[in-house]
Every structure is written in C-alpha cells, then in structure tokens.
C-alpha cells in the first residue's frame, strides 16, 4: 500500500496527521539538504499558515478553523541559515520563547539584511556562546508582539490573561474554553 494510499484509508485524524508531519520532515530534510548542497549561504524561512485544530473546544469542534483561537492560530516558526561551508559548523539553535508574529519575523530578516549573520560567529555551545563576544544572541533582538489573529470575519486578540473576539456587530466579547 502506497504512502497516499495510506492516508486516505487512514479514518483516525492523528493518523493523518502523523503521515502528513513525517511527510512534511522528510520533504524539508531533502530540501535542506539540496540548499546546502549549492555551496551557498543562504536563509531557508518555514511558516505555517495555521496549525490542524485536531482537537475540540467548547467554542469550535475538531478541524474546524473559523475562529482563529490561539490552539491553532499559534504555531511554530523556524529560519535556519545554512553557512557555503556548513560541513565545518557544529549546529546551534537559538529558541525565541517569547510571543512574536510575522513583523518580528521580518524584522528579524531585515536584521540580517543590515548585519550579514554569516560574517559572525555562530558558537556550537553555551560556554562558546557566553564567551565569545562576536556572537549575535538574534532571539535577543526580535521584538515581542501582543497577541492578534483574525481571518476575514473574525478577530481575536489577548488582553492580559485573556482573549476576546470580535463579534459581528462589533462588540467584544471575551472568550472562555
């Protein structure tokens, strides 16, 4: 039975969503490794539109993405910077905990447009990293972002602890799940 195959008899929605993640990574690996293959720096950027909603809520059930809720609407993001001469570099991740959104991800490209991240060092280590002052911390430099998500009819936004959606008559109501 073919990998397609596989997903359309599949009936569990983790099922599917299992083969599609395994399909997704293996893509992107080939992909990765073909870009550093062409001996040239460059900067690979991955953003999801939304995540699956595999699960239910009590304003929405499962699959369902109308009201663009934090569960679906905050996914993870990732740039990697391949070096012409990757082979030579130990990897190194830098994590952004911290809220963000499209502006910070640009402004964090428009950084690399100003600052070239391959003329700086990119240390293999915490101890390298603290000790070495040519590194660039970048995670340190995007800036935080407020909560926001909206499609065509919806808007949702976090005030605090709490989310509130834009209703059609346009009121807020606050959300609760």
Not at 22 to 40: A, C, P
Not at 66 to 84: H, W, Y
Not at 106 to 113: E, G, I, K
Request: aromatic share 12%; hydrophobic share 40%; charged share 25%.
């Amino acid at each position: 039975m073919g990998l397609w195959n596989f997903y359309f008899l599949a009936k569990d929605r983790n099922d599917r969503y299992r083969f599609f993640l395994q399909k997704l990574f293996q893509d992107m690996t080939k992909f990765i490794r073909e870009v550093e293959s062409s001996g040239k720096n460059s900067v690979i950027v991955f953003i999801p539109e939304h995540g699956l909603a595999l699960r239910a809520n009590p304003i929405q059930p499962a699959g369902l993405r109308e009201v663009p809720l934090p569960q679906i609407t905050i996914v993870p993001a990732g740039i990697k910077l391949i070096r012409k001469d990757h082979r030579q570099i130990l990897p190194f991740q830098q994590i952004i905990s911290k809220p963000v959104s499209y502006f910070s991800l640009s402004f964090l490209l428009s950084s690399f447009m100003k600052e070239n991240p391959f003329q700086t060092q990119t240390p293999a280590s915490e101890s390298l990293r603290s000790s070495d002052s040519r590194f660039i911390d970048w995670s340190d430099r995007v800036p935080e972002t407020d909560f926001v998500s909206e499609n065509e009819e919806t808007r949702v936004i976090k005030i605090g602890q709490d989310y509130f959606s834009l209703t059609k008559g346009k009121q807020w109501i606050k959300l609760s799940w």
